[in-house]
T-cell receptor, first 114, second 115 residues
Framework: KAGVTQTPRYLIKTRGQQVTLSCSPISGHRSVSWYQQTPGQGLQFLFEYFSETQRNKGNFPGRFSGRQFSNSRSEMNVSTLELGDSALYLC?????????????FGPGTRLTVL | AQKITQTQPGMFVQEKEAVTLDCTYDTSDPSYGLFWYKQPSSGEMIFLIYQGSYDQQNATEGRYSLNFQKARKSANLVISASQLGDSAMYFCAMPRNQAGTALIFGKGTTLSVSS
């Protein structure tokens, strides 16, 4: 099976712009989660989508939003970019749920905000 | 609330040696799972091994094994016969809730393997 894919891999934006990141999960996986990784804050959970519905949300401002399509592909949008949004954004997919269900990560999108 | 602590910022080991990466956790849930991931410099998080709180035996996956001590709330990763390709950042993680979503991660340990 193909793994989780994320596009684009690298992105450079300026403050105030908005950005959309894409994630295609492993075939058959219905849950997609997004994480932000920065040197200062480490890995932080953004949100999870399951069957096109946001099922869980982390502690991020409303500028961070997402959605999931009927084919389980997910997009994450960040509006009004700030310098602090520079990070590696990781997407993870899993089959459905439960504490034993492993999340498999994609290669990430490295966002730089200038 | 769940918490993961990794106290070793960096570890250095020679090829073919075994190494133990420490992870302690805190949770009040009776049922939980613990995951270890490897992150090379490329950035991708690679799943290594999983341990369930009710598993009778310590998990093993090839050269990776978990030294799971439930009473001490520790889940240390043991890598046997280290290889140069093992050089990476290693994270211990557990779900924030019983639905298994929202992994919380430790700060990670950087492992450097030399020849």
């Amino acid at each position: 099976k193909a793994g989780v894919t994320q596009t684009p891999r690298y992105l450079i934006k300026t403050r105030g712009q908005q950005v959309t990141l894409s994630c295609s999960p492993i075939s058959g996986h219905r849950s997609v989660s997004w994480y932000q990784q920065t040197p200062g804050q480490g890995l932080q959970f953004l949100f999870e989508y399951f069957s096109e519905t946001q099922r869980n949300k982390g502690n991020f401002p409303g500028r961070f939003s997402g959605r999931q399509f009927s084919n389980s592909r997910s997009e994450m949008n960040v509006s009004t970019l700030e310098l602090g949004d520079s990070a590696l954004y990781l997407c993870a997919s899993r089959t459905s749920g439960g504490i034993t269900d492993t999340q498999y990560f994609g290669p990430g999108t490295r966002l730089t905000v200038l | 609330a769940q918490k993961i602590t990794q106290t070793q910022p960096g570890m250095f080991v020679q090829e073919k040696e075994a190494v133990t990466l420490d992870c302690t956790y805190d949770t009040s849930d009776p049922s939980y799972g613990l995951f270890w991931y490897k992150q090379p410099s490329s950035g991708e998080m690679i799943f290594l091994i999983y341990q369930g709180s009710y598993d009778q035996q310590n998990a093993t996956e090839g050269r990776y094994s978990l030294n799971f001590q439930k009473a001490r709330k520790s889940a240390n990763l043991v890598i046997s016969a280290s290889q140069l390709g093992d050089s990476a950042m290693y994270f211990c993680a557990m779900p924030r809730n019983q639905a298994g979503t929202a992994l919380i991660f430790g700060k990670g340990t950087t492992l450097s393997v030399s020849s």
